[in-house]
């Protein structure tokens, strides 16, 4: 009887304990997994700004090689290799 | 049991002595581990915390990227490029003897300059700025301790030497140094921005905190410059300047309903990305900053106030004394000699006599006046740095001889732009136009944060005058004119040339042997869509500006008109008619 009272006097004052303990657990391992999260999208932030800024400067290199293609100096050469010239004022028709 | 009882009492005592024994070391121990604590947390606690913040913490800066310059069809004419430059922590470098030879060997460097820097106290020293892609490849190959790498922004302009002394450049530092880049640097650069970066335990960055101050990219610049224009007339320039071997040259393309200003150009040119290796003389923008005497091409002038004036019509006779014309001590001379002239005629054959005579009918003080109406004498408040005002004295100030010489444009001083923007004036039914380069800054995004519009800043002369004005100059350019090469078939062309001699700089009086040829004109002569102005510095093989700009101006003429796709206005009506025919047919029996 005296055994049976003190089982179940240890098992009121257990569950509390392994409640808590659970509770403090699962909060460790909640938080553990929110910082490894946090940091994981750290990393793929950065990964992606670095992504953002070597795609810009690609961007640019881009717009300088199109606006040297683009240059009047190369195109008039260009121009001139295949024969063409500038037409004379009386040489352009005008449609209305 | 007396033996027992001393056993026992010496052996605690031995455990007792023990116990204070291990009692006093553990507190000392304690004591010392307290010491040092304390040492750490509380008197190194400062030092070391900056310690650890640096070996997970990261202050980055971020340069603002240069706004672009843009022509105003929105093509780049000068941009930021990313660019590596190399730099050293001298401290870190092991063997500063074996890397210096490396660097210099990988990157063309002299030697014994690297050895200086890599022996330098300082903790930073650069290498090479600016580095190319392969030389920055080379280096990282060769892993030298000490060496590392940083992303700069680098200005580069993809179309050389185009309109280069208006844009102007950039220095190392990304800092305008000339033209348009140091004018508009403040609106260009931008603003920096600085942030923290965590680092992990292999430097790896995975969080950026707030930055501590807010970046902006500096605006963008559009230009009121038209890339192709400004090629053809730098184009056209440039050949004149070779084929009569003169000194230099330059040459503006308006827009006079506007004052927009389509091209300015310059001979000799210079590359902007390489401006270190020109003269600063050739890469000032001259048609801004320098004055010169216009000769002939003021007549324009004269003339407009002398029908402004009510004094004299287009018809108005002058005796120009057969080619000589004494006043006082002075005597002016004609290239021809000629008789009775008219308003008109003196100025087609650029009489200076005639000149004389129609300045001392109209008075120095209403010629003066009309003058400075023009903007001879004042800025025109062009957006770009160092603009000359040119040199037009007072009535009171002008000797006999200054009287006559500012009639047919000596004794006067302008700069390319005020004889641009006076005879757009012309163009423009009378009203003076502020020129302007910039169009509009823009944002990133290609927002309009600003937008500047033509602005005029008086009528100078009555929509008749100017109307008349353009009947005489078009008169110039027909035959028996004194412009007749800048005719161009389709078109009607009003302009003037203009022949100064030039002062020489040793005797101070006029050089027989040096001119300044020039030609100023608006194009199509009744509805004008372009104002152009050729000068040629000192030509050697010809000086009239007949001769030398006039071919220039035809040249930009009609290559620009055809450009903007404005259509041949004196084609005739037949002609017309048989060209739609042909097309109509053209188009059924397609």
């Not at chain 2, 640097?185 to 600085?194: D, E, I, P, V, Y």
């Not at chain 2, 410059?225 to 393309?253: P, Y």
């Not at chain 2, 040119?269 to 801004?288: G, L, T």
Request: hydrophobic letters at 40%; a positive charge.
């Amino acid at each position: 009887m005296k055994k049976r009272r003190i089982t179940k006097k240890s098992r009121t004052t257990i569950i509390p304990w392994l409640a808590l303990i659970t509770f403090s657990m699962a909060e460790l391992l909640i938080y553990s997994w929110c910082r490894v999260q946090y940091v994981q999208t750290g990393y793929e932030i950065n990964g992606a700004r670095q992504e953002y800024h070597h795609l810009t400067a690609l961007h640019e290199k881009l717009k300088v090689e199109q606006a040297q293609l683009r240059s009047p100096e190369r195109i008039k050469r260009l121009a001139k290799k295949q024969g063409l010239v500038i037409p004379n004022p009386n040489q352009v028709v005008v449609l209305p | 049991m007396k033996i027992y009882r001393k056993k026992k009492t010496n052996r605690t005592k031995w455990i007792r002595f023990r116990i204070g024994v291990v009692s006093i070391v553990l507190a000392l121990s304690f004591g010392v581990i307290i010491g040092r604590a304390v040492q750490l947390q509380i008197f190194k606690q400062t030092e070391l915390s900056q310690k650890a913040i640096s070996q997970y913490k990261t202050a980055l800066h971020r340069m603002p990227r240069r706004g672009t310059i843009y022509d105003r069809n929105h093509r780049e004419l000068a941009v930021s490029i990313s660019i590596t430059s190399i730099y050293a922590h001298p401290k870190q470098v092991l063997s500063q003897k074996r890397t210096a030879t490396t660097l210099a060997r990988a990157l063309n460097l002299e030697q014994q300059l690297l050895s200086e820097r890599l022996s330098s106290d300082k903790g930073f020293v650069w290498i090479k700025r600016h580095a190319t892609p392969r030389e920055v490849s080379a280096i990282r190959k060769l892993d030298l301790d000490g060496i590392d790498f940083v992303a700069e922004s680098k200005r580069f302009y993809p179309m050389k030497t185009l309109a280069a002394q208006v844009i102007g450049f950039c220095g190392i530092d990304g800092k305008g140094l000339e033209g348009l880049e140091y004018y508009y640097n403040r609106f260009l650069s931008g603003q920096g921005t600085k942030w923290t970066v965590f680092k992990d335990a292999l430097g790896r960055s995975f969080n950026a905190q707030k930055p501590l101050t807010e970046s902006q990219n500096g605006y963008n610049l559009v230009l009121t410059i038209d890339k192709n224009i400004q090629h053809i007339t730098q184009t056209a320039l440039s050949e004149a300047v070779k084929k009569f071997s003169a000194k230099s040259g330059m040459a503006l393309v308006m827009e006079p309903h506007t004052g927009a200003m389509l091209a300015i150009a310059h001979a000799p040119e210079f590359n902007p990305n390489i401006f270190a290796q020109y003269e600063p003389q050739s890469r000032r923008n001259r048609a801004i900053t320098d004055c010169f005497e216009p000769g002939s091409t003021f007549k324009i002038f004269l003339g407009a106030a002398a029908l402004e004036s009510g004094l004299c019509t287009r018809n108005t006779e002058f005796d120009c004394e057969d080619g000589r014309y004494k006043i006082g001590n002075s005597v002016v001379h004609d290239v021809h000699s000629r008789g009775v002239l008219s308003l008109q005629d003196i100025i087609k054959y650029s009489s200076n006599i005639g000149a004389a005579k129609i300045g001392n009918r109209i008075g120095e003080e209403y010629l003066f006046d009309r003058l400075k109406a023009f903007g001879f004498g004042t800025r025109a408040g062009i957006d770009c740095p160092g603009e000359t005002p040119g040199s037009v004295l007072a009535p009171e100030d002008w000797s006999d001889m200054d009287a006559l010489a500012i009639c047919f444009g000596q004794s006067v001083a302008v700069s390319a732009l005020q004889l641009a923007t006076a005879v757009s004036a012309i163009a423009n039914d009378g009203v003076l136009m502020k020129p302007y380069l910039v169009q509009a800054m823009t944002d990133q995004n290609g927002r309009i944060v600003k937008a500047f519009q033509p602005t005029r800043i008086r009528r100078v002369i009555s929509s008749e005058t100017a109307k008349t004005m353009g009947l005489m100059l078009e008169r110039v350019v027909a035959k028996g004119g004194t412009g007749q090469k800048a005719a161009l078939s389709g078109y009607t062309v009003a302009g003037k040339t203009g022949t100064a001699q030039k002062v020489d700089s040793q005797t101070n009086r006029y050089a027989t042997d040096k001119h300044i040829a020039n030609f100023v004109g608006f194009v199509p002569a009744r509805d004008p869509a372009i104002a152009i102005l050729v000068v040629v510095d000192e030509p050697r093989k010809q000086c009239y500006g007949g001769i030398v700009a006039a071919p220039v101006f035809s040249q930009i003429a009609k290559e620009s008109l055809q450009y903007l796709k404005i259509p041949p206005e004196l084609i005739t009506p037949k002609e017309t008619d048989s060209i739609r025919a042909s097309t109509e047919t053209s188009t059924w029996a397609g």
